[in-house]
């Protein structure tokens, strides 16, 4: 389950002048989406970093990945609207040039409401976690199809096959991320390699006491909780390494996934 709160991430040490492409990370203002571009930057990728409020943190996250020699774009827009997906692909186009790793880490995780069946909470969630990277995907692959190492990575969950009953809207929309990850890299190949990284607990939310922390950690066979680098080195494995890769969802959970 992605429950992401802020957390400190250190500048990569690598060589700054090996570049190996240009990345767009979706939601990259804060948590794992910072991360993970941070930790994209050190392998030597420039960065197009999406946000959609947090414009003060966005810019931190883009002071991040320039403190490793890499170029970085900071572009706003919100996944709800429908028109966004084609205009950040665009953004990147005419800002860094072209694209060759596309990571749909951006999502909403917010519980059912109590009191009814709420369509317009489960439009939401489809929109933002299952549509919009379906239509960036749909919009990048031009570009993609262009570079010579063209991928998709897909922030997925764990809760897409172990679902929560208050959180049906949001599993469901990762059941449907997690499928899509499937079919695009069917479509896709041989050109464009499509995976998916699929995180357990990485980082707890403050709002979590000691006793609901520690219940929830027993579950995990590794016995602790995960970090935003566990799920951004995740990815830059796939992204530098996994070149026979393709249509798998790894999950990043401790084990908890075969409990």
């Not at 250190?10 to 492409?21: L, P, R, S």
């Not at 699929?198 to 403050?206: E, M």
Request: hydrophobic share 40%.
């Amino acid at each position: 389950m992605s429950m992401t709160n802020s957390a400190t991430v250190t500048t990569m040490t690598t060589d700054a002048n090996c570049k190996v492409g240009v990345a767009l990370v979706t939601g990259a203002a804060v948590r794992v989406g910072r991360a993970i571009a941070v930790e994209l930057a050190g392998a030597g990728y420039d960065v197009a970093i999406h946000y959609r409020n947090s414009k003060e943190q966005a810019d931190e996250t883009k002071a991040l990945v320039e403190s490793n020699g890499r170029s970085c774009v900071a572009l706003h827009g919100d996944l709800l609207d429908e028109k966004m997906p084609e205009r950040l692909i665009d953004g990147v186009k005419q800002s860094l040039g072209r694209l060759d790793l596309l990571v749909n880490n951006a999502s909403l995780f917010e519980p059912d409401p109590d009191d009814a069946f709420d369509q317009q909470h489960w439009r939401k969630m489809m929109q933002v976690n299952a549509i919009a990277p379906a239509c960036l995907i749909e919009a990048a692959t031009p570009m993609l199809e262009q570079s010579q190492s063209g991928q998709v990575i897909n922030l997925c969950d764990i809760s897409a096959e172990r679902p929560w009953p208050t959180y049906r809207a949001y599993c469901a929309s990762k059941a449907a991320l997690a499928n899509l990850t499937l079919s695009y890299a069917r479509r896709l190949a041989p050109g464009i390699r499509v995976n998916g990284v699929a995180p357990g607990i990485a980082i707890f939310p403050d709002s979590y006491d000691e006793a609901t922390r520690q219940r929830l950690i027993a579950k995990v066979p590794l016995g602790r909780e995960g970090t935003v680098d566990d799920i951004a080195r995740t990815v830059r494995f796939l992204a530098l390494h996994g070149s026979y890769i393709t249509g798998q969802i790894i999950r990043v959970d401790g084990g908890r996934s075969i409990v």
